[in-house]
């Protein structure tokens, strides 16, 4: 069986627009998105199935019957797609009610790795450098970590 051409289009059209809303910084535009890319997932999903009688014994002969499979999986992307709304709306309307605006600021941090990768630098306290002396620290700490579990078992 072939996907009708137009659910392909459409399907493509609601993922591409729910992505490209995703990476806004608004939370009510990121709520947008998430609705559109879960519609588009659920049609994406509409399209696996195949047409036929309902997927019962006894009243459609079983190679007449339809795929029951992408119905239950449906009615699962639409309540985890709820879900992720009611959370995402609560973001938002907490955001605006501190706030007064739902955008997602920078944290500091990313900005200052971000300003580091543009000067094309390696931060001062890199914590996973090329040191040595992090793997005798971490020895010693799993030392300590077994003398404190073997103290303890001894009383």
């Keep these: 069986m072939t996907p009708n051409l137009t659910y392909v289009i459409v399907i ?16 009510t ?29 006894g009243t459609t002969p079983q190679e007449e019957m339809s795929d029951p499979l992408p119905q239950a999986m449906i009615l699962t992307a ?16 907490r955001s605006w009610h501190l706030n007064g605006h739902d955008e997602v600021q920078d944290d500091v941090e990313d900005r200052r790795i971000m300003d ?3 000067r ?24 300590t970590l077994a003398g404190t579990v073997d103290s303890g078992r001894a009383g």
């Design 116 to 118: 580091l990768a543009e």
């Design 78 to 93: 639409i309540v985890i797609t709820l879900g992720m709304t009611a959370f995402l709306l609560a973001l938002a309307y």
């Design 29 to 57: 535009r990121v709520l947008m998105g998430v609705i559109l890319l879960g519609n588009g997932a659920n049609l994406l999903l509409l399209t696996g199935g195949r047409a036929g009688g309902p997927p019962i014994v």
């Design 120 to 143: 094309d630098e390696v931060p001062d306290d890199d914590v996973d450098g090329d040191d040595d002396d992090d793997d005798e620290t971490e020895a010693g700490a799993e030392r």
């Design 12 to 27: 493509g059209v609601l993922v591409a627009a729910g992505v490209t809303l995703l990476l806004e910084r608004s939370l």
